[in-house]
């Protein structure tokens, strides 16, 4: 078990230093494909109608001017050792993992980087329990009393849910919820560690919004995995026994049907946790979603680098932890 | 990138100076302290010209929501308008723009000074007094040295990149070339020869050549001064050392900024500014259209990028009389034009040009940028009427035959010698829909008279720096029209036109004279300009200029920009500065 986690864990390093390659030659290579030099490069970084000079200096600064391998290799001995950084009147010392530091704003990425963690850890962590909870009892629900107004009234809810785009339903419930009868006016964070009251209040709008959507998928996917494992023999088997049928839904079927939810929740749980781009850029919420589109907006290098690397890092340890459970569970996946 | 402009009116502000700062702060609130009297009946467009909620009613807490972040909150590297505008809540400058509603708002006045730069007759040296008693947020006196010293770190491009740089390149030279102060070998780190500080209260700045504009470049926040012992270079910006009514109490940076009243500003000293609300915050990287119902719902008090709602919220404000009188649709001070190619054949030729303009449709042009109210009206000059100098003419018909003149278009491409038209491109920025929009528009109108464009789309951040007006790839390309858009760091001619106009700012790369014009008249008026003090003489150039651009044809006007601002009814004291087209930040209160 041991040497399967390490073995997990040292291939996760190779694929984060595989993402950081990537995203290093689509920010370099391309444009320079496209015949863009250094010089223009850096003129991204400066005021309107830049001296020479100026953009010299930003691209020494930057250090745009040196070769990409001496780049990157400073941005992997940073993550590893840390680094030294110069902001004129004293020199500072930025510890590890030191994603480097804004082309744009000049300060270091990884301490706003955290503080944006708790934004997005409450946004994905309330409406997963939620959907969870809630797509997996409809779902089930559904899949037993299969043709049912019930069954077809929340199919088809769930339909909906799957088809309409967040921003679509977040802007429903932010004009009714929050603009027209404003039950939960200012839609802001606030820390749970400084008002859990308030701190639920700002987030129920988006945790329905995010759950909506993925409620629906899941509901759509217990049923059809109940429905499936229901009509296995052993569940045929369980009730000749004479088991109580609560007992042969929960113990026999939903467990097993559960399996497959339970993979695909952790890929969603990593997914989220590296922002939730569409829902916090709806409710204006400061996670690491809208740390992702200001960095994309400004070109900002270090910025993106280091929230890719940080959404690939959830979701590969998402992936761990599931597989793990898995390993636990079923000792032929331990290879 | 938001364009912040320039202000040319040196002389005017000479003249005015004195008289200006007198009635500086505007008057405001007849007694009544509390919730804000209504003294006059909001009304569409009625903070252009009058101060609405006028009051002196203090407390409550002044919201902005910014839909990206300032470029930098430190006054020494922000070239963002709105941060211009916003900067002086915590900073004073040397000079700023008269807080004062209509084109009032457009004059320099002293702010740190106590009265417009003393001008040496040579013309190459400026002396300005500074207020003995202006003090910063920790109690201690601002001097001249503080001030010298904000001038000197912006010399460090690598450190403030984003600011202007017209210091550097107005300031007397020295050898070898001054680093800033981060890099200055020199003990006291006061190594710049160009300012000098005879005392604590008198800065004299030497100028490598005369320029009457001088009083304009000190009102750039650079000049706020900035004690070199609270400096902390690149994190200077997590907290500036105020000298304005407000001063940073925690800043989240790219997120929430806090300011609290400066308890060590006084008021007398800052005509131009008012401290009545207890509280400032702006929060950064909002939804734009959460803004705006947030703005409608009176949850948020300012959009701080002050350049209009979004199209739902334009929409919901102009079919609801209520909410249309609480709305402004000021002129932002851009002009949106095409930059017809001057160099390159068959454009080089004075009459093809002139058959583009007369073949264009403006009224398509105007609808590309979404009409006369979020768009702006039709132009027919370069420079937009809040110029300060700006006369209006229309030598190609563009307001009396909005649709385009063909037939006059036809003549003129027989004169050119092209009377079947020709093949040419146009650029523009392919992530701006209004740009895009433009492109299709005129790519419609020009082909009635067999002028053939084919479109190529650029992306914003690299749009000038690679492609227009870079006078290589226009030259290989066959780019023949350019679309863009301008607003001067200043409000005069010299500030507007210098750098889209005059044939020394031609450069091989980031060039923004995209129509590389090179006109020896134009250049000459500006040069005149820049050493020329009368006012009069000075606005008889700038329309001069902006007449002789009209007859090269360089320039196809689209239109003047306006923005549909939402005037809360929460805030007091509410008007547009035209300078910076926006609210005035710095004098806003809140119920």
Redesign the interface.
């Given at each position: 078990m041991i040497t399967f986690i390490v073995r997990r864990l040292i291939a996760t390093v190779f694929l984060l230093i595989v993402v950081s390659i990537a995203v290093y030659a689509i920010f370099f290579l391309i444009?320079r494909l496209a015949?863009?030099n250094t010089?223009?490069l850096a003129?991204?970084?400066?005021?309107?109608?830049?001296?020479h000079?100026?953009?010299l200096?930003?691209e020494?600064?930057l250090g745009l001017n040196s070769p990409l391998y001496l780049q990157y290799g400073r941005f992997l001995k940073a993550i590893v050792l840390g680094t030294h950084y110069?902001?004129?009147?004293?020199i500072t010392y930025c510890p590890p993992p030191c994603f480097g530091y804004s082309f744009?704003?000049?300060?270091p990425v990884w301490p706003?980087m955290v503080?944006d963690i708790p934004v997005t850890l409450s946004l994905g962590i309330g409406a997963a329990i939620l959907w969870l909870v809630g797509g997996v009892a409809i779902g089930v629900l559904s899949a037993l009393r299969r043709g049912t107004f019930f069954d077809r009234f929340s199919m088809g809810v769930a339909l909906l849910g799957v088809s309409l785009p967040i921003f679509f339903t977040g802007?429903i419930l932010?004009?009714l919820f929050?603009?027209k009868w404003?039950i939960f006016?200012?839609v802001?964070f606030v820390p749970l560690t400084q008002n859990p009251l308030l701190w639920a209040r700002n987030l129920v709008l988006p945790w329905i919004c995010l759950a909506f959507l993925y409620a629906a998928l899941y509901a759509r996917l217990t049923r059809a995995g109940m429905l499936e494992t229901m009509s296995e023999d052993y569940i045929r088997t369980a009730r000749a026994k004479g088991l109580r049928e609560r007992k042969v839904i929960f113990k026999h079927g939903l467990r097993a049907a559960l399996t497959p939810i339970v993979t695909i929740f952790g890929m969603d749980l990593g997914l989220l946790l590296g922002g939730a781009i569409i829902t916090e850029?709806?409710?204006?919420l400061?996670g690491l979603g809208?740390?992702t589109?200001?960095a994309v907006?400004n070109?900002d290098l270090p910025e993106i680098l280091g929230v890719t690397m940080l959404a690939a890092f959830f979701i590969v340890v998402a992936n761990l932890v599931v597989d793990i459970l898995y390993a636990v569970v079923d000792p032929r996946v331990r290879t | 990138?938001r364009?912040p402009r320039t202000i040319g009116l040196a002389a005017l502000g000479a003249a005015a100076a004195l008289a200006l700062a007198a009635c500086g702060g505007g008057s405001s609130g007849s007694g009544g302290g509390g919730g804000g009297s209504n003294s006059s009946a909001p009304a569409y467009n009625a903070a252009v010209t009058k101060v609405i909620n006028p009051s002196t009613h203090k407390g409550g807490t002044l919201t902005f929501g910014n839909t990206?972040?300032p470029?930098?909150t430190d006054p020494g590297n922000t070239?963002y308008a709105y941060m211009w505008n916003f900067v002086r809540l915590y900073t004073m400058p040397l000079m700023t723009y008269k807080s004062c509603p209509g084109k009032c708002g457009l004059q320099v006045v002293p702010d740190l000074a106590t009265g417009p730069g003393v001008v040496s007759d040579n013309g190459l040296t400026w002396t300005y007094h500074l207020q003995p008693d202006v003090k910063f947020e920790d109690g201690t006196t601002v001097t001249s040295a503080d001030v010298k010293y904000a001038v000197e770190?912006t010399f460090?491009?690598?450190?403030f990149?984003?600011?202007?740089?017209y210091f550097?390149?107005l300031l007397a030279a020295q050898s070898p070339?001054y680093p800033g102060p981060?890099k200055d070998r020199s003990k006291n780190l006061m190594g710049l020869n160009a300012i000098q500080t005879p005392n604590a209260t008198t800065i004299v700045f030497h100028l490598a050549k005369p320029f009457a504009d001088f009083n304009y470049v000190v009102a750039i926040p650079q000049t706020a001064p900035v004690p070199p012992n609270k400096?902390?270079?690149?994190?200077y910006?997590?907290h500036p050392i105020s000298t304005g009514p407000y001063k940073f109490q925690s800043y989240?940076?790219?997120?929430?900024l806090t300011l609290v009243p400066n308890t060590d500003w006084k008021a007398s000293t800052d005509p131009n500014a008012k401290q009545l609300a207890s509280k400032v915050t702006m929060?950064?990287?909002?939804?734009a259209?959460?803004?705006d119902?947030?703005l409608?719902?009176g949850?948020?008090d300012v959009d701080a990028a002050g350049t209009g709602v979004q199209a739902a919220a334009r929409a919901k404000i102009l079919s609801s009389p209520t909410l249309k009188a609480t709305a402004d649709d000021p002129i932002a001070g851009f002009t949106w034009f095409a930059a017809l190619n001057t160099t390159l054949p068959p454009l080089n030729n004075l009459h093809c040009r002139m058959a583009v303009e007369y073949a264009a449709n403006k009224t398509n042009y105007q609808t590309a940028y979404g009409g006369p109210v979020a768009g702006g009206g039709i132009a027919s000059t370069v420079a937009p009427p809040n110029v300060v100098g700006q006369k209006s003419f229309d030598l190609y018909e563009a307001t009396t035959k909005p649709n385009g003149n063909d037939a006059k278009a036809k003549q003129e491409l027989q004169a050119c010698g092209k009377p079947s038209g020709f093949s040419t491109a146009i650029t523009y920025r392919s992530d701006r829909p209004k740009e895009v929009a433009t492109a299709q528009a005129l790519q419609a109108s020009l082909g009635q008279v067999g002028i053939k464009l084919s479109l190529h789309g650029f992306p914003t951040?690299?749009y000038d720096?690679?492609f227009a007006g870079v006078p290589k790839y226009e030259a290989q390309h066959n780019i023949g029209i350019s679309l863009y858009g301008w607003a001067a760091d200043w409000p005069d001619g010299y500030g507007f036109f210098y750098?889209i106009a005059d044939g020394k700012a031609i450069s091989p790369?980031?060039n923004?004279n995209l129509a590389q014009l090179n006109d020896p008249v134009v250049n000459n008026l500006l040069s005149k300009m820049a050493t020329t003090n009368d006012t009069a003489t000075r606005n008889s150039y700038t329309s001069q200029i902006d007449m002789q651009i009209m007859k090269d044809a360089a320039i196809l006007p689209g239109v003047y920009a306006k923005s549909l601002l939402y005037r809360s009814p929460n805030l007091t004291n509410v008007y547009v500065q035209s300078y910076y087209g926006m609210y005035n930040y710095a004098v806003l209160g809140v119920k």
């Open positions: 444009p015949g863009q010089y223009q003129t991204q970084y400066v005021g309107r109608n830049p001296t000079a100026a953009v200096a930003i020494e600064k110069n902001s004129g009147t004293s744009k704003s000049q300060q706003q503080s802007l932010l004009e929050s603009y404003p006016p200012n802001t850029y709806t409710f204006s400061h809208l740390f589109i200001e907006q070109q | 990138m364009r990206s972040a470029d930098s070239y770190r460090d491009r690598g450190l990149p984003l600011g202007p740089a550097p390149s070339a981060f400096d902390t270079g690149a994190n910006q997590l989240q940076l790219n997120k929430q929060t950064m990287n909002m939804n259209n959460d803004i119902n947030r409608l719902a949850d948020l951040e690299t720096a690679n750098y790369a980031g923004t």
